[in-house]
């Protein structure tokens, strides 16, 4: 059984930075893609970020050269780095995993990110 915990929501103003992370436990860390969604008031839940045990990343074209993901496999820790922050980016952000091998996903119960001058 996979637990995904979140950390580092906040309020952040427009312009700002902010770090996420996301600890995996009970499985290993590295038969898993690891990513990040969000989901706003009335949208659905969008990928933002995805991030292979090679290193190997994906983003969505919102977030490019923006927010950064990054994995520490040691640690079966993922993050992501909201850098320049807009008001569109508040959302509810979710720890995602999916093994490599079998397909099964996983979900964080999710941290807020609120974007507000």
């Known amino acids: 059984q996979v637990q995904l915990v979140e950390s580092g929501g906040g309020l952040v103003q427009p312009g700002g930075s902010l770090r996420l992370s996301c600890s995996l436990s009970g499985n290993i860390f590295s038969t898993y893609i690891m990513g990040w969604y969000r989901q706003s008031p009335g949208n659905q839940r969008e990928m933002v970020a995805t991030i292979q045990f090679t290193l190997a990343t994906n983003y969505a074209d919102s977030v490019k050269g923006r927010f950064t993901i990054s994995r520490d496999n040691r640690k079966s820790t993922v993050f992501l780095e909201l850098n320049n922050v807009k008001l569109e980016d508040t959302a509810v952000y979710y720890c995602?995993?999916?093994?490599?091998?079998?397909?099964?996903?996983?979900w964080g119960q999710g941290t807020q990110v609120t974007v507000s001058a």
């Open positions: 995602y995993a999916r093994n490599r091998y079998i397909g099964r996903e996983s």
